[in-house]
């Protein structure tokens, strides 16, 4: 079962763009939700996560201060809003779950390996 990110597209510096992270299949609050990158040459890298509460997130350093995770239950989406995008913002995005069902206070982390149900990206292109 694949997650579906969607919400990419062509933007200039310092704009900005919201993903979509959702699926048919399950229910997203079973699960901490990641939202990975991948740079053209470059590994896939974390840059948030949400674990089963809303409350509990985290951010990669280099990205902290623009994105924002979110969840809305009822339409089974979790988003990210990202501001003032830099040309190094350019890559496709990934959502996916983590791999085992945790307790509602459990952190999330950034780690790819942890993760599963990954779909097919969607690309993010920062340019002028």
């Known amino acids: 079962v694949q997650l579906q990110a969607s919400g990419g597209g062509l933007v200039q510096p310092g704009e900005s763009l919201r993903l979509s992270c959702t699926t048919s299949r399950f229910n997203l609050e079973n699960y901490a939700i990641g939202w990975f990158r991948q740079a053209p040459g470059k590994e896939r890298e974390g840059i948030s996560c949400m674990g089963r509460s809303s409350e509990i997130t985290d951010y990669a350093d280099s990205v902290k201060d623009r994105l924002t995770i979110s969840r809305d239950k009822t339409r089974n989406t979790v988003y990210l809003q990202m501001n003032s995008l830099r040309p190094d913002d350019t890559a496709v995005y990934y959502c996916?779950?983590?791999?085992?069902?945790?307790?509602?206070?459990?952190?999330?982390?950034?780690?790819?390996?942890?993760?599963?149900?990954w779909g097919q990206g969607t690309l993010v292109t920062v340019s002028s």
């Open positions: 996916a779950r983590a791999r085992r069902r945790t307790v509602l206070t459990a952190t999330c982390y950034l780690n790819v390996d942890d993760y599963t149900s």
